[in-house]
């Protein structure tokens, strides 16, 4: 069972975030994924149903309300994913007995263990330092850390002389280096539009700047989750259907399978990565277009008197507003996919594909911990310029 | 056209200054570094416990 799920889950994103907790088939082996979907799901249905859109922009009721739907969304999809998980595993000969009694077991186990960290994400959401999702992610994430410098150090550096010990430990060093550097630079950098505000006092008219930042990682890291999903598809339902594993349709799911791609022994692979590519950006546009409202920016900016300089107010702004917001995904997307290819690159030729903090995990673990970061330098200097005894700012 | 996505100052990209940057990939390793390290410990705590007990 362990050499099974190993080959799913420790390739692609679902290992990275669910911590390799499936390989343990423990209580918790289907994690916050769960809850992840079900928010997707969500965010996709509150586009074309407007009550739902309503309680997002309701205030802190409204948002309770959304969070607890997406709380009872995810319980229900992890209902129905440990079902089919367990009759999967049953009939493949992994679950053994294969019997009512095992299946509703393993049903209960895996559900509960989803509601409990869906419970636990709630609660670390009252500390105010983050999304409590988002810390239950990043734990996943860096739970997997010590394992990884196990793999690379047995790997890299045992067994060779101290020359190159140290040369490639120095290398592994730099280049993980570099990597974070450039997360952080991805999840920091962004493009202002500076907006200006006229409000009229009196007889005078008062005008102010502000800016209105379009981040460079516009739909986070949504294209290259959707994008891994769908092409890794295949290659989990191969795992399943032995009819797959032989002839052209194995060819089919290893073109589609990352781990074969930059293999400088098997370049024709590589073709997978261009289909990757153009579904990563699809669904960047396709994620930009249902988070983004211009239509409803550009409403709120000419009821708040802000204006573009030298862009008239309605649809003029929406215009101008839908054609920033473009450039900078499509930018972002560019860049993010470097990052990921690169990755592929580099584990696929090195024979590291079992590494899993490369790629879409190190973005997510930099973007969580730097949001966690500016959170608590806020608090403390906050702190440090309030008096909490007699509730009054020192300076 | 591949350079329009790599120069940045045409895009109108705001980048923090490099300090920043360097500062904070700095913040970032040191909290990777001290969250592995006790996910580390606590893991080897737990199957200590857990081999006692077995």
New interface residues.
């Given amino acids: 069972m362990k050499q099974f799920l190993s080959s799913l889950s420790g390739n692609g994103i679902w290992g990275a975030l669910t911590g390799g907790s499936m390989n343990q088939m423990s209580l918790f082996a289907l994690s916050i994924s769960p809850y992840i979907t079900a928010s997707i799901v969500l965010q996709l249905v509150a586009v074309f149903y407007k009550p739902l859109q309503d309680l997002q922009k309701d205030g802190k009721t409204g948002q309770d309300k959304y969070k607890m739907i997406t709380s009872v969304t995810g319980v229900s999809l992890a209902l129905i994913q440990s079902l089919a998980m367990a009759i999967g595993f049953g009939q493949s000969g992994l679950l053994s007995p294969y019997n009512t009694m095992t299946v509703f077991g393993a049903v209960v186990i895996w559900t509960a263990g989803a509601f409990l960290l869906i419970l636990l994400g709630n609660f670390l959401d009252n500390f105010e330092l983050g999304s409590g999702i988002s810390m239950l992610l990043?734990?996943n994430i860096?739970?997997t850390?010590?394992s990884d410098?196990a793999s690379l150090f047995t790997m890299l550096i045992k067994n060779n002389s101290i020359a190159i010990s140290v040369t490639r430990t120095i290398l592994i060093v730099a280049v993980y280096?570099l990597i974070?550097?450039y997360?952080?630079?991805l999840s920091?950098?962004?493009?202002?539009l500076f907006v200006t505000y006229s409000n009229r006092l009196g007889r005078n008219s008062l005008k102010t700047k502000a800016e209105f930042?379009i981040p460079?990682m516009t739909t986070g890291v949504m294209p290259v989750i959707f994008a891994g999903t769908i092409i890794t598809i295949p290659v989990i339902v191969s795992q399943f259907v032995p009819a797959l594993r032989s002839g052209i349709p194995q060819q089919i799911v290893k073109f589609l399978s990352p781990s074969a791609w930059f293999d400088v022994h098997n370049i024709w692979y590589t073709a997978g990565a261009v289909l990757y590519i153009l579904i990563a950006f699809f669904f960047g546009n396709f994620y930009r277009e249902i988070s983004f409202n211009e239509k409803e920016i550009a409403t709120n900016l000419k009821k708040s008197g802000g204006v573009f300089p030298g862009i008239r107010a309605g649809k003029q702004t929406e215009d101008y507003l839908r054609e920033n917001i473009i450039?900078?995904n499509r930018?972002g997307c560019?860049y993010l996919l470097i990052l990921i290819l690169a990755g592929h690159v580099l584990t696929n030729n090195l024979n590291m594909s079992g590494l899993s903090f490369t790629g879409t995990s190190v973005i997510i673990?930099?973007s969580c911990?730097?949001d966690?970061?500016n959170r608590c330098s806020t608090v403390l200097e906050f702190s440090a310029k309030y008096n909490y005894k007699s509730q009054r700012l020192l300076v | 056209m591949i350079k329009q996505?790599f120069d940045i100052k045409s895009?109108?990209?705001?980048?923090?200054p490099m300090n920043?940057?360097?500062k904070?990939?700095r913040?970032?390793?040191a909290?990777?570094v001290l969250?592995?390290l006790s996910?580390?410990i606590f893991?080897a705590a737990i199957n200590k416990v857990l081999a006692m007990i077995a």
């Fill in positions: 990043l734990l860096v739970s850390l010590p410098v280096t974070i550097f997360c952080v630079f920091t950098s962004e493009k202002r930042p460079l450039a900078v930018v560019t673990a930099v911990l730097n966690i970061a | 996505y895009l109108g990209l705001h980048v923090e920043q940057l360097v904070k990939t913040i970032t390793i909290g990777l969250l592995g996910i580390f893991d």
